[in-house]
C-alpha cells in the first residue's frame, strides 16, 4: 500500500545513512503537521499518546507498529537507530533495524510516519467512586488493530513485509544468526563484568 492511500497519517521523520557507521540517524521534522494540514508542536514527539508509527519505504509500507511508552514517538522508535547491538535485543527490535540498515544502503528513501488519538478528560472509577481524569487515553493496541484490518482489506490479506510476527512466518535465517551473535557477546561481556567485580 502507498503512504498517499492512507488519511490519517503524517510524516515524522526521514532515516539517514551515517558512513561508516551502523547506527542510523532520524532526522525529526521541525514543521510537523497532521493530516488535515493543522499545524502540531514539537511535543507530540514526547507526548504519551497512544500512537501507531508507519515505516514506509519509497512510498510503500513496509512496517505497522506502536506503543504506548513514555517518551513518545521518539522513544518508541529510538530501538531502531542501532537495533540495540550494544545489549540484548528482542529479535523483533533487532530485525526491523536490520531490514531499515540494509534497504537504506540499497539507497531506498525511507520515512516514518504517525498517527495518533488525542487524550481526553473522563471519568475514571477509583475504590470510591468516580475520579476526574483530565488526560485519559486509549490503548494504541486499538489503532494498531484498525490499521492492520484496512491495510488487509486494502491489500488481500496480505501483511506489511516487515509485520514478520504477524504473518506467522519466521525471521529471516542472517537475521536469526546475527541476533543469536549479539546475545552471545552481550552474555560474554556480562561474564567479563561479573568476573571482574568479583576480583575487586
Known amino acids: 500500500m502507498h503512504i498517499n492511500d492512507v488519511k490519517t497519517a503524517f510524516k515524522i521523520a526521514d532515516v539517514e545513512f551515517v558512513k561508516g557507521s551502523t547506527r542510523l540517524n532520524f532526522n525529526y521534522i521541525k514543521n510537523i503537521k497532521d493530516e488535515n494540514g493543522k499545524q502540531l508542536p514539537q511535543t507530540i514527539l514526547t507526548d504519551n499518546v497512544?500512537?501507531?508509527?508507519?515505516?514506509?519505504?519509497?512510498?510503500?509500507?513496509?512496517?505497522?507498529?506502536?506503543?504506548?511508552?513514555?517518551?513518545?514517538?521518539?522513544?518508541?522508535?529510538?530501538?531502531?537507530?542501532?537495533?540495540?547491538?550494544?545489549g540484548r535485543p528482542s529479535i523483533r527490535s533487532f530485525g526491523i533495524w536490520y531490514f531499515l540498515y540494509h534497504t537504506i544502503l540499497s539507497g531506498a528513501k525511507i520515512e516514518f510516519y504517525m498517527i495518533f488519538q488525542e487524550n481526553f478528560p473522563t471519568k475514571i472509577k477509583g475504590?470510591?467512586?468516580?475520579?476526574?481524569?483530565?488526560?485519559?487515553?486509549?490503548?494504541?493496541k486499538l489503532i494498531e488493530q484498525c490499521c492492520i484490518e484496512d491495510y488487509l482489506q486494502a491489500e488481500n490479506n496480505n501483511f506489511p513485509d516487515w509485520n514478520v510476527q504477524e504473518q506467522g512466518i519466521d525471521w529471516p535465517l542472517e537475521i536469526k544468526n546475527e541476533h543469536v551473535e549479539i546475545l552471545k557477546n552481550s552474555t560474554t561481556k556480562e561474564k567479563v563484568a561479573q568476573r571482574g567485580e568479583a576480583k575487586q
Open 127 to 140: 475504590l470510591f467512586g468516580l475520579k476526574e481524569i483530565p488526560n485519559a487515553y486509549i490503548s494504541y
Open 50 to 86: 497512544a500512537r501507531v508509527y508507519l515505516i514506509v519505504v519509497d512510498g510503500e509500507i513496509k512496517k505497522i507498529g506502536g506503543s504506548q511508552a513514555e517518551g513518545g514517538i521518539k522513544n518508541t522508535l529510538s530501538i531502531y537507530r542501532d537495533g540495540g547491538t550494544k
